[in-house]
C-alpha cells in the first residue's frame, strides 16, 4: 500500500486502520476517493500479515456525508469501481473482517459503507440516515438491501422512504450497530480497537472460513442480482427532472421543488 490523497492508511501489527481523510467535505466521496479505496481494500484482502481492519472518519464530526452532490452539481468524476461505493458496497467476496468505527455523521454512501462491513462501532454523537431521497436518489449503492437484511423490511422502509435520522442507541435497538461507544467523534477508535482485539485473539484462519461461509449464505439470497437491478433503475431515477432539482436545490441550500418527473 502507497500514499494516498483521500485517504489515510496504517498498519499496526496485523491491524489496518483506514481513515477517509476529507474532513472539510464531511469524508464525503467522489471518483478518486473510490478509485483509491478499491486498491486498499484489494491489497488488504491480498496481505496474509492483515487480518482485521478498521474504517473510519478524519476528524470529530464525520464517518462520511455519503456521496460528494457538490462534484456531482458541477459534473465531476462521481464514479464507483467495481467493487462498489468506498470500494466497499459491492464487494461481494472478501474473506476478513473490517469494523466501521463510526465517529460522527454517517449518511448515504457512508451509512452503506458501514452497512457493508461486519461490524459496527458507533460514537455517541453518531448519526445514521439514508437521506437520498430528499435530493432525488436512492439508496443504490446496497443501502436498500442490506439495511432490509439487517432489521427488517418495515423499519427499513420507514428509513428508506422517509430518510430519517436515527442516532446510536435507536441504532443498537434496531439492530444496525453492534456496539455504542461512550465517547464522541474520534474516541469510539478506542472501543473499535478493542473489538478488533478479540478479533485478533482468535484463529484468522477460522475466521476467514467463518466468512467464507456466510459469503454462500448470502448468495442463498443473491445480493448480487439485486444490485445489478439497483444500477439499471439509478440510471433511469438520474435522467428525471427531479433528480436535477434535488441535487441543484442541495447545493443551493434551498427546498426542493419536486416536479415528479
Known amino acids: 500500500m502507497g500514499d494516498y490523497e ?6 499496526e501489527g496485523h491491524l489496518l486502520i483506514v481513515t477517509l481523510n476529507r474532513p472539510e467535505n ?39 456525508s455519503g456521496n460528494d452532490l457538490k462534484a456531482t452539481a458541477m459534473g465531476g468524476d462521481i464514479s464507483s469501481p467495481p467493487s462498489g461505493f468506498g470500494g466497499l458496497t459491492s464487494r461481494l467476496d472478501r474473506e476478513k473482517p473490517i469494523i466501521a468505527a463510526v465517529n460522527g455523521v454517517a449518511m448515504g454512501g457512508g451509512m452503506e459503507i458501514a452497512l457493508s462491513t461486519d461490524l459496527i462501532v458507533a460514537a ?8 437520498e431521497v430528499k435530493v432525488g436518489l436512492f439508496a443504490a449503492a ?3 438491501q442490506r439495511l432490509t437484511r439487517n ?6 422502509m420507514e428509513m428508506i422512504l422517509t430518510g430519517r435520522h436515527v ?5 443498537k435497538e434496531l439492530g444496525i450497530v453492534n456496539r455504542v461507544s461512550s465517547k464522541e467523534g474520534s474516541g469510539v477508535m478506542e472501543d473499535a480497537r478493542a473489538l478488533a482485539e478479540e ?7 477460522s475466521v476467514r472460513a467463518s466468512k ?37 436545490a442541495f447545493v443551493a441550500k434551498r427546498k426542493p421543488e419536486w416536479k415528479n418527473a
Open 26 to 64: 464531511y469524508n464525503a466521496l467522489h471518483g478518486p476517493a473510490h478509485k483509491e479505496l478499491h486498491e486498499i481494500w484489494d491489497a488488504y484482502e491480498a496481505d496474509n500479515d492483515l487480518w482485521v481492519a478498521i474504517v473510519t472518519g478524519a476528524g470529530d464530526k464525520a464517518f462520511c
Open 151 to 156: 432489521i427488517g423490511r418495515k423499519m427499513a
Open 199 to 205: 478479533i485478533l485473539a482468535v484463529s484468522p484462519s
Open 167 to 171: 442516532l446510536p442507541d435507536e441504532a
Open 212 to 248: 467464507r461461509v456466510l459469503n454462500e449464505y448470502e448468495a442463498m439470497e443473491p445480493l448480487s442480482q439485486s444490485l445489478e437491478a439497483t444500477g439499471k433503475v439509478m440510471m433511469e431515477l438520474m435522467q428525471t427532472q427531479d433528480f436535477q432539482e434535488g441535487v441543484g
Open 124 to 131: 455517541s454523537n453518531a448519526k445514521f440516515a439514508l437521506p
Open 6 to 11: 483521500f485517504v489515510k492508511v496504517e498498519k
Open 142 to 144: 446496497s443501502g436498500v
